[in-house]
């Protein structure tokens, strides 16, 4: 559908159609903001390969205390976000408080993820170290080499597919214009974004601009280049595995752990869905799926839980994360004044999907961002590249 020029200017108009752009573009449209959705292919890319794992805890890096702030800020925000979602559109969106088993299969990994359990438990994090025959007890299909693992309780999923389809349900409803184009030019007027070209020549004038572009964010012409976030594509395979009924329930929570080093997750869905993955690969916007990629990862997942082989193997995809020089997300009011990014979610943006969402809606309503988001601001970058 689109907006006539003449009908006046929106409040705001949102460039990418992921799960960032749509749930931003949800909870501004619910505070009574005229926004628009661009994008020509929504939920078909990162948002549409992601694990949907919700996991702050087993996600913990040292040295990110503010991005796992900002993580539990997301997960404790998730129950309701998705209950308004769902009562909203009448989908359901797959959420599971199904909690995280992370395992070790040899000593190395045993101290590696003992490690990580003292420091989750240094920062208050819940978090249950279980022997090899504890785990095996909660995930029968578990390998016997299995020498132990952490429980996070806390740790969930979602399905991201049904997620963004709840996102494009709640849009329609709402009547948020949805422009199935490509943004071909951001528009400035003065010293302020003013709107955005498409591809198909239509203007559309508003007062500000959202660039929720994922990986793309850094590439719409127009922009100043102060003002590009500095994204990257990080190549992530992924593969769908489908659980015949004979074999069901074959896991029932997220099973994840490192085997010689190389980290793999596999995620359960309640209809039977089985997701495994990924690899991360920085080869900058290729995504071809490559028989090594697929190997490794079932070669990984096989060494986990065996009885993998038995699955039905149904879908091989590849994607990019919107990756950020310091791994975490950039949201927030640009040097250019108008326009606001909300992108560089890297390896968490579908965890961190309502906060985001929230956090875009306070700064387009109010011009502050939420104090959770602050430190998340895409000016950070700005200064160091001016050499401040
Ligand atoms: P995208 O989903 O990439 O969407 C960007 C959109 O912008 C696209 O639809 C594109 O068409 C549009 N666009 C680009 N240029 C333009 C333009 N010029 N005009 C209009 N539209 C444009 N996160 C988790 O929290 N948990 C996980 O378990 C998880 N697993 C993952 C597994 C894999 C293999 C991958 C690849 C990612 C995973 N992620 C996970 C990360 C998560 O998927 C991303 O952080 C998140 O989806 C980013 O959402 P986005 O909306 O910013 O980007």
Redesign the pocket.
């Known amino acids: 559908m689109a907006v006539p020029v003449g009908a006046g200017p929106l409040d705001a108009v949102i460039?990418?159609?992921?799960?960032?752009?749509l749930s931003a573009a949800w909870r501004a449209a619910a505070r009574g903001l005229r926004v628009a959705v661009?994008?020509?292919?929504?939920?078909?890319?990162?948002?549409?390969?992601?694990?949907?794992?919700?996991?702050p805890v087993t996600e913990a890096h040292y040295g990110e205390e503010e991005l796992l702030a900002l993580n539990l800020a997301a997960a404790r925000r998730y129950p309701s976000f998705v209950g308004e979602l769902e009562e909203a559109t009448g989908q359901d969106t797959g959420y599971r408080e199904c909690g995280t088993l992370a395992v070790a299969l040899d000593a190395d990994d045993r101290a590696v993820l003992q490690d990580l359990h003292a420091f989750q438990t240094r920062l208050g994090l819940a978090a249950e170290w279980l022997t090899g025959r504890e785990c095996r007890r909660l995930e029968p299909m578990l390998a016997p080499i299995v020498r132990g693992g952490l429980l996070v309780a806390g740790d969930h999923q979602i399905d991201?597919r049904r997620l963004g389809a709840a996102l494009l349900a709640a849009l329609d409803r709402q009547g948020v214009p949805l422009h199935r184009v490509?943004?071909a030019e951001l528009l400035v007027r003065g010293d302020r974004a003013s709107g955005v070209r498409l591809a198909d020549g239509t203007e559309l004038a508003a007062g500000q601009v959202v660039l929720?572009?994922?990986?793309?964010s850094n590439?719409?012409p127009g922009v100043p280049p102060e003002a590009l976030p500095p994204v990257r594509p990080v190549k992530?395979?992924?593969l769908r595995l489908r659980v015949p009924e004979a074999y069901a329930p074959f896991l029932s929570r997220t099973v994840r752990g490192v085997t010689k080093g190389s980290h793999v997750y596999l995620v359960p869905r309640a209809d039977g869905e089985l997701v495994v993955?990924?690899t991360a690969e920085e080869l900058g916007y290729d995504t071809q799926v490559t028989a090594g990629g697929v190997y490794e990862l079932l070669r990984d997942a096989h060494e986990l839980v065996p009885g993998i082989t038995e699955l039905l193997l149904v879908e091989t995809t590849a994607?990019?994360?919107?990756g950020s020089p310091d791994n975490a997300p950039m949201i927030g009011q640009t040097v250019l004044p108008g326009l606001i990014v909300a992108?560089g979610?890297?390896?968490?943006?579908?965890?961190?999907t309502p906060v985001t969402a929230d956090a875009v809606a306070e700064l387009l309503a109010t011009g502050e961002p939420p104090e959770v988001v602050r430190p998340f601001t895409p000016r950070r970058f700005t200064s160091a590249r001016a050499g401040g």
């Open positions: 460039v990418g159609g992921g799960v960032i752009g661009v994008d020509p292919e929504p939920v078909s890319h990162a948002s549409r390969a992601a694990a949907g794992m919700l996991a991201n490509r943004a929720a572009a994922g990986c793309w590439r719409l992530g395979q992924i993955g990924a994607a990019l994360r919107p992108t979610h890297h390896r968490n943006g579908i965890l961190l």
